[in-house]
């Protein structure tokens, strides 16, 4: 008798893992293989290959023949019903999140994966959609219960009918290890990407930032980023990092008076998507900076105010056009007054830039029109001369991006403008994505069109740019839109050709010119992305943007859509975060949910970053966020949804809080949120609020929620006897232990609590218990502390940051010691042991703190 190579069967219409059925009525032509008979060698590494090896009987993949060629296929996998699953599916072209259901039809178009809870053998499986060939698949809902996969390579010239390994599937008994073993097998399959653990992140993950986008929309320029950073600094905390935003290139549109010329007087997103590029560098009003304009009494001057009115005429006029719209689709012919209104506020917001509309711009003497490589600019102008001004006078800030779409800009590169061959591609959407959320920027990209530059110069684009940027003080980018290559891939051999061509290019460029790491991804969450575009990308988004009020009107957007935001990053993070560090974007700091932001961006293990305007900064949040130096006290892992939150729904079911854990050095911390309020509707097909679940929500915590065994420096974390837990926001230490009862808690909407997990040390022959918690005043209190040893009667401890310094201990010490010298220290009956630590410059803001029993 043969032994079997894997832990599923396809037998009769019926796939089953281990005896217990997955699907049923599973058609005929589909096939299931064994990792092993598919999968037979490799390029990856061989550590990687020998780990999948050693994993091939818990996976395999699953295909499907058909009779016709096609350049998308639709085929069912067979039908289930009655069995929880969780799943990512793609709600834009360019945003995933979170979806649970019972049955196949509950999932949703575009989905990128599918976890089915199978408590019949204590396991879990995932089923994964992926490239085979030149075809990339995604499920889709069947009828009944079925499970459809499509397979589609976006262009009619590129048809196939047969799959071998069209998706793949696993079977794990941990659904957090079931990601990591399931992209690693399929990492090793395809060799087209590379996982998280086989790279570096940028050196920003651990830092502070600030992001232009929400202070300055499209009005972005040198004097008010100098300002914005000078406020941070004023204030205590200079950015380590800073993103200039979309605003910063140079684009024109289809038609102008002069081709040659930036458009002007752009201030909201979406005025720009159909602008094209027309030259390389930076647009004129960076091009006209002077070196060392921003310093002295002849100073450039600066209205901080000026964006905020600005942002506020064009939304104005953005209302107006609106109304125009709506009142010409209800059949209103005569539109003659909201052309007149239109006119008013357009007129009115020219007059705010200082008059003129259509373009213009003096040119840099010296910088003639299509000069990609700029080295024949003036050493003491343009973004050259304003990123050293920047660094001279703020001395922290250690690196600069700009952003840039993946096509350049939103609409492309201009044909003719440059030395690159492009051309004006229509875009045509696959018809999956007619069952996702209706998206002004897709609209607008289908109205202009892309300039798409030829994917076999895709290498020399990117390299253009970036060492351009490079050699002018930029340390990376932030690259956008990068979905929309499937919308023009019909003439270039499909989507995943053209996908890999660009990806080549970009991952080349990034290695030349940004040390391998300066890159954040973002508008890509989709899985081509993933498993084409991540070879040397090591960050990228893991939320839709965040939303500071509805966009759609609903005023309760300001609180809902934060919780939605929240979602998108937790439950995406378990895939994405196999392949890049999960970046939980920016928010603002002043926000009526600024806070909540906080709590979850302090323990998400990845960089800190806020879009405040101009005059407005929450410091005293910030500080409660960030050190000094401008660095973070970060998890070491990134954060995930606890087990008993996978299969639910903490967006509208009225019962459940997101509950999310992960990782200091010396224990563990759970953040519990209430994010209900808002969530996706199949039937709108659009995210929307569901006022009656905004309310308080209880739930329970326990140390079992924490998933030790998910880092290995965790694992002897986990087999503490007891623990000493602390409740951020309510100020409260308890002891716990695994065998307690789990505490319960109720949350109010839109806030949460932080509770930090660390483990007991039994001191001085086991009369003493003692457990660090850290500096309480952070919200991340565990991530302050950065060493820590245990004698029999000292303990010290290596704690970073100022402020008040927390511990448990059961007998008041005899001593405390500071940097050395003996300091008075506050010690109560319940065990709370306290001192002040300052912040110690000389040492990188590291203070030892040590007490002696």
Known sequence: MALKDSSFDLINGKFSVNNIELLSEVPSNVTFKSFSSICKNSEAPLPLFQRAQSLSLKGGFLGFDQNESSDRLTNSLGKFLDRDFVSIFRFKTWWSTQWVGKTGSDVQMETQWVMLNVPEIKSYVVIIPIIEGKFRSAFHPGKDGHLLICAESGSTRVKASSFKSIAYVHVSENPYTLMKEAYTSIRVHLNTFKLIEEKSAPELVNKFGWCTWDAFYLTVEPAGIYHGVKEFADGGLTPRFLIIDDGWQSINLDGQENPNEDVKNLVLGGTQMTARLHRLDECEKFRKYKGGSMSGSNSLPFDPKRPKKLISKAIELEGAEKARDKAAQSGVTDLSKYEIEIEKHRKELNEMFGGGGGGGGDEVKGVSKGCSKCSCKSENSGLKAFTSDLRTNFKGL????VWHALCGAWGG??????????????????????????DLAVVKIIEGSIGLVDPDQAEDFYDSMHSYLSKVGITGVKVDVIEDLEYVSEDYGGRVELAKAYYKGLSKSLSKNFNGTGLISSMQQCNDFFLLGTEQISMGRVGDDFWFQDPNGDPMGAYWLQGVH???????????????QPDWDMFQSDHLCAKFHAG???ICGGPVYVSDSLGGHDFDLLNKLVFPDGTIPKCVHFALPTRDCLFKNPLFDSKTILKIWNFNKYGGVIGAFNCQGAGWDPKEQRIK?????????SGSIHVSDIEWDQKNEAIELGKAEEYAVYLGEAEKL?????????????????????????????????????APIGLTNLFNSGGTIQGLVYDESIVKIEVKGEGNFLAYSSVKPKKAYLNGSEVGFDWSEDGKLGLFVPWNKEFGGISNVAFVY
């Open 734 to 770: 308890f002891l716990a232990k695994h065998d307690s009862d789990p505490l319960s808690i109720t949350i109010q909407p839109s806030t949460f609590e932080i509770f930090s997990f660390v483990p007991i040390k039994k001191l001085v022959k086991g009369t003493v218990k003692f």
């Open 566 to 580: 929240m979602i998108h990053c937790a439950y995406n993070s378990m895939w994405m975060g196999q392949f890049i």
């Open 600 to 602: 979850s961006r302090a």
């Open 398 to 401: 250690d690196d600069i991006y």
């Open 689 to 697: 609020g569901y006022s009656q679940c905004y309310k308080p929500i």
């Open 413 to 438: 590169v201009r044909p003719g403008a440059t030395h690159l061959s492009s051309r004006i591609v229509p875009c045509q959407l696959s018809p999956g994505l007619d069952g996702t959320m209706t």
